[in-house]
């Protein structure tokens, strides 16, 4: 026996630290430390310790359920931020599909989780509402005829102000004259409640703000720039009294900038805030009229009011806009923004919330994942496209989160404002901007999330036609990009410079962009070209329209069409991997089998139960299973029923306990009986199916049933053997610090290989 550990002793030596390492995994190799923990090397012989007091059955038994629990649930916490770029899925097919599979059904829950939220915050009425506002404020004509949209000089404004905007926006009487009862509250449409009042304003240039031509000096005495800030008016004019003809900078009015038409304005300028009934305000208008507050200098007029609905819970914020540009004339542009401030009204909005908690639970969880994700890989992390699409949702959703709280304080704010000075301008415009672009940002970061599924279901090889085909033609693609955008900006220029005064699609050169995409897809005004310039606009569009659609965009087509027909080629020609539905039916088959293996456990505990003894003692009990062929960690399940039904805890069964027992088990066995029949038909029966896999060299239902049974087993005996190796390995580390143990060479390696010895129970024999 000596001889043998020592040659045992020889062989480890030969092996060395590699022999500590798992030729599955394609990590690093152990370190050294790894190897201290279970060869220690010393010269004082181990101090004894005093022995304990055994623990009895029941105790074992229940340490040993304990640190079974506490350790599935460790595996099953580490198990949450499982994916494939935690785990070891480089060799493991099988791993590969399952953790895959796990995140994708995650995610589908938190594709659904944001798809409610985003689709919470609109309303189908919002159109509707949108639409009634602008046919109101836009479509209805003065006196005269002139509307909105109709407006082109100043004295059209002055006619759409003191007739439709002042009947649009005070509504005091229904249509018989008879008062509404609110007051004097404006009810538009008699459903939707002016906010505050009204506010006018202005931006003007000064009178220096460019140079007339030496030539024109003595007839044209004063001039006006087109706006910029540099060259914006900020002293008193007209009646020098008054908001509406003092400047106000942007940070008084609290305002913020316009993107119009012809150029970007500020939040500041000259305002006038409506009266509460429109007969004062038509006076203050005329105030106004009388007084020139519009005249050469003026470059834009802001009209600003908010109205709230509460039928619909729905805001919408309006700001008509007229801009005189320096040519002359007026250009009219308006804004509507139908946005939902108040949130948590109805119960559907209660719902909301509950999605609101999950969608932060699971911002957290896939924040958790990407900073292990990239604590293990590094920047190597980056390289993939789909792990920085990750990184964009998650930004986008903690952005979400953190805009959300913000739009909630701020409305609570201006509603507690609008609520202590009721006849105050109401400026919504700076929340409802934000909130638009709060709706962009989701929209794009839903659009994003969708994308993202593509991510999961690479592992099939149908699903990875589409990104193994752009992925494979990318060089291809840019290489053609270059060409196309060569010709594509030859042809913008000469548009521009040819069109760019007569047609309004050609006016900029990002009009003339968007046009000849426009001209590609059949969407054209050729007689708008033709009528702009007689000879060379047929030449323009008929050889832009060779080029650019005949011949580089079937280019462009044959790219991408030749690149699929090599990847479908290639794909068709690979070896079947295991596929989501092999997975299925191994899963099928491992829980089929467990069934079977289930029920011949409480077979053999009915067994031991029949013995026809009036009490049973706990030894007995566990000798028979052993008996019978179970393994430890099978008997240490079994003891387990057995401690349930022993009440009084004196580690014997007596005859009421052992008809209890007997009734759980007759249950237990019904139950896993009808589960087996209901799960499913055998896998092979019949003796014929047994004779022809014998005569293909395959084995019969019956034989695979069994060796899958043994092997189960086995893996059972296993597991054992490495919880007790680990323990030990723990507790050898522990008294390694503590200077306790101290063993000599010899010594070190007898303990290696007590170490490596199975556990007492056999394993079944194959």
């Known amino acids: 026996m000596d001889s043998m550990e020592n040659l045992e002793g020889q062989e480890l030596q030969k092996l060395g630290r590699g022999a ?11 370190p050294q430390e790894t190897l201290r923990i279970c060869t220690i090397s010393s010269v004082v012989a181990p101090q004894p310790q005093p022995r304990k007091p055994e623990d009895g059955p029941q105790e074992k038994t229940r340490r040993t359920l304990v640190s079974s629990c506490c350790l599935n649930f460790c595996r099953s916490i580490r198990g949450l931020w499982g994916t494939t770029l935690t785990e070891n899925t480089a060799e493991n097919r099988e791993l590969y599909v399952k953790t895959t599979l796990r995140e994708l059904l995650v995610y589908i829950v938190f594709l659904v989780d944001i798809c409610l939220l985003t689709y919470g915050t609109t309303s189908s009425s919002a159109y509707y509402y949108t639409k009634m506002m602008s046919e109101l404020f836009l479509h209805t004509p003065s006196n005269t005829g002139v509307s909105f949209q109709a407006i082109s000089s100043m004295a059209d404004f002055w006619d759409f102000a003191q007739g439709p905007l002042l009947d649009s926006l005070y509504w005091t009487k229904w249509y018989n004259n008879q008062s509404l009862g609110h007051g004097s509250h404006s009810f538009i449409y008699y459903e939707n409640l002016l906010l505050g009042v009204p506010r006018l304003r202005q931006l003007r240039v000064r009178n220096d703000s460019c140079a007339v031509h030496e030539d024109f000096r003595e007839d044209i005495l004063s001039c006006y720039n087109v706006y910029s800030p540099d060259k914006e008016e900020q002293h008193p004019f007209g009646l020098l009294n008054g908001t509406a003809w003092t400047y106000h900078s942007q940070d008084e009015l609290g305002g913020s ?5 012809l150029t970007s304005y500020s939040g500041g300028g000259y305002y006038l805030d409506l009266p509460g009934s429109q007969q004062a305000s038509a006076e203050a208008l005329r105030d106004l009229q009388k007084g020139l507050w519009l005249d050469r200098g003026t470059r834009v007029v802001f009209i600003d009011f908010s109205v709230y609905n509460a039928n619909i819970n729905l805001f919408c914020v309006l700001r008509l806009v007229v801009e005189f540009p320096a040519t002359g004339g007026a250009i009219p542009s308006w804004q509507i923004r139908t946005v939902k401030l108040i949130r948590y009204v109805s119960n559907w909005d209660f719902f909301v919330i509950g999605c609101e908690i999950v969608f932060c639970i699971f911002i957290f969880y896939y924040g958790v994942e990407e900073i292990l994700e990239l604590h293990l890989h590094r920047f190597y992390y980056l390289t993939n496209i789909w792990n920085i699409l990750d990184l964009v949702v998650i930004l986008l959703s903690t952005v979400a989160v953190g805009f959300h709280t913000f739009r909630t304080l701020e409305v609570n704010q201006l509603m507690g404002k609008l609520l202590e000075k009721p006849n105050t301008y109401a400026d919504f415009e700076f929340v409802a901007f934000w909130q638009t672009q709060y709706n962009n940002m989701n929209a794009v970061n839903l659009f994003f999330a969708w994308i993202k599924i593509f991510k999961y279901i690479s592992f099939n090889k149908t699903m990875t036609q589409l990104s193994s085909t752009l992925a494979r033609c990318a060089k291809d693609i840019l290489g053609f990009a270059i060409m196309f955008f060569i010709v594509f900006f030859a042809y913008a220029q000469l548009g521009y410079l040819l069109f760019g005064t007569q047609v309004e699609n050609f006016s900029t050169f990002i009009k003339c962009i968007f046009t000849q995409f426009r001209i590609i897809l059949g969407d054209f005004d050729y007689n708008a070209i033709d009528n702009a310039n007689r000879i060379l606009g047929p030449v323009y569009f008929v050889t832009y329209v060779f080029f650019v659609f005949f011949i580089l965009l079937n280019m462009f087509l044959a790219i991408i069409n030749d690149t699929y027909s090599e990847v479908k080629e290639e794909l068709a020609g690979q070896k079947d991997e295991l596929q989501l539905s092999d997975l299925l039916k191994q899963g099928y ?33 566990t000798n028979t299973l052993k008996e019978l062929g179970h393994t430890e960690h099978e008997i240490t399940e079994l003891t387990a029923a057995f401690t349930r039904f022993d009440q009084d805890e004196n580690c014997i069964l007596d005859e009421k306990e052992q008809e209890k027992m007997r009734q759980d088990l007759e249950k237990e066995r019904v139950a896993l009986n009808a589960e087996i029949e209901n799960l499913s038909q055998p896998i092979v029966c019949g003796k014929w199916a047994s004779d022809a896999a014998r005569a293909g060299g395959w084995v019969s239902g019956e034989e695979f049933y069994t060796l899958t049974k043994r092997v189960l087993q086995l893996e059972t005996v296993l597991e054992g053997v490495m919880s007790q190796i680990d323990a030990l390995g723990s507790k050898l580390k522990m008294l390694e610090r503590k200077g306790q143990l101290t063993l000599s060479l010899g010594v070190e390696e007898e303990a290696i290989w007590e170490l490596l010895q199975p556990a007492p129970a056999a394993a079944p024999s194959l």
């Open 20 to 30: 500590w390492d798992n030729p599955s995994y394609s990590g690093p190799p152990s």
């Open 589 to 621: 088959n491992k829980t089929l089998l467990r069934l079977h293996l289930r029920k011949d456990k409480v077979s053999d505990v009915q067994k031991v139960m029949q013995g026809g003894e009036q009490e049973i003692q706990f030894e007995d009990f």
């Open 257 to 261: 900038s316009h993107w119009g038409r």
